[in-house]
């Protein structure tokens, strides 16, 4: 649950909290499972039995089916605006099976690198996700990690998207050429099979963790090589992945904590970061560079230059950190090139509307 609205208040407070933690704090997220509510009729699936509601989905897609949810618990958001009995994901948007629709990242957990895996940042980024309260229980922030699918097209648009006051109701793509990263969506074919399969190389991507037009303390995560796979697409095209209400407690008012997160994940991502790129990445509220903070250890590897600490070089002009990937075999990395970190994570997705 991680999305940035302009200037965000409490996400700027929580990164700077960063500056004063050891330098093995880290970014990341993680998983659980449940469902929605409601009836008509039944059908067994991975997890239980679920319930399915009116509709048949899209005639002619091999994954299409009607909007389907599993039994309500105390802990299934009941508000009108996560569609209880609609979905297994509390999704904002239910689509019935429709060839076309949008998914919004709900929940991530990176393995790597390990500067995303853990400590404060783990926590800063699990903010960067999740539909808005009161309706499933959890924070509301304007900027997301958009996946648009249009199956008849044969295509998934991708990248950050924002919302908020003077903007169209949901979501827009941001598309951005005139910061010094381009922060534009990318678009990728994909297919999904009669068993709803992920699939799909995306390739190079900017997602931007902290984004306001003409800001000058925006910053993103240069992906590169990025590839989803290992998971599935519910057949109502309404969710990756599954809401964990039945693992919630009322007694923590229906709130995830660190023993049962807010999502089941439903597929993974992979890639890789180049550490230059990284290193062109500033990080204001740290006042370091992206390469730095994926070293862990800024003293050992940053170097003060201006009023940010880039990462440190060597007489050769190349970077002293050595990543765990090598950017030109796309490789794990070598004696003679370890110029990138690689990348690899699950998530989970929940469906938003976009905005015309």
């Known amino acids: 649950m991680f999305a940035f609205i302009v200037r965000n208040a409490p996400f700027a407070l929580a990164v700077a909290a960063l500056a004063g933690c050891s330098s093995n704090v880290s970014f990341g997220g993680d998983g659980d499972g449940g469902g929605g509510g409601g ?20 005639p002619g897609l091999a994954c299409s089916g009607p909007n389907s949810a599993g039994p309500a618990t105390a802990c299934t958001p009941q508000d009108a605006g996560c569609n209880p009995g609609k979905s297994v994901c509390a999704a904002v948007e239910v689509v019935d099976g429709a060839p076309s629709f949008a998914l919004k990242m709900a929940h991530i957990s990176f393995s790597k690198p390990a ?167 500033i990080i204001s509220p740290l006042q370091q560079s992206l390469c730095v903070f994926l070293s862990q250890d800024a003293a050992a590897y940053g170097e003060q230059v201006d009023q940010y600490k880039l990462c440190a070089r060597g007489p050769d002009g190349q970077i002293v950190f050595k990543g765990d990937w ?15 970190v690689k990348v690899t994570a699950t998530f989970a997705a929940s469906g938003v509307k976009m905005a015309p």
């Open 326 to 340: 090598c950017s030109a075999t796309d490789q794990p990395a070598t004696a003679g090139c370890a110029d990138a």
């Open 115 to 281: 500067a995303l895996s853990s400590g404060i940042a783990k926590s800063v980024l699990q903010n960067w996700l999740g539909p808005p309260p009161p309706v499933c229980h959890i924070p509301n922030f304007l900027l997301a990690w958009i996946f648009r699918f249009d199956l008849t097209a044969g295509t998934l648009t991708t990248g950050g998207a924002r919302q908020g006051a003077g903007m169209a109701p949901g979501f827009q793509l941001i598309d951005d050429i005139s910061a010094g990263a381009a922060i534009t969506p990318v678009v990728a074919p994909i297919a999904l099979g009669a068993g709803c399969d992920l699939d799909v190389t995306v390739g190079d991507l900017n997602v931007p963790i902290q984004y306001d037009p003409g800001f000058a303390s925006n910053f993103h995560l240069p992906f590169r090589k990025l590839r989803l796979h290992g998971g599935k697409v519910s057949p109502d095209h309404n969710c990756i992945g599954v809401y964990n209400d039945a693992l919630l407690s009322p007694g923590d008012a229906c709130a995830p904590t660190d023993a049962v997160p807010a999502y089941t994940h439903g597929a993974q991502l992979d890639g890789w970061m180049s550490l230059e790129e990284a290193d062109a990445v």
């Open 39 to 58: 009836a008509t009729s039944s059908a067994q699936g991975a997890g239980g039995s679920t319930t399915s509601s009116a509709g048949s989905g899209t």
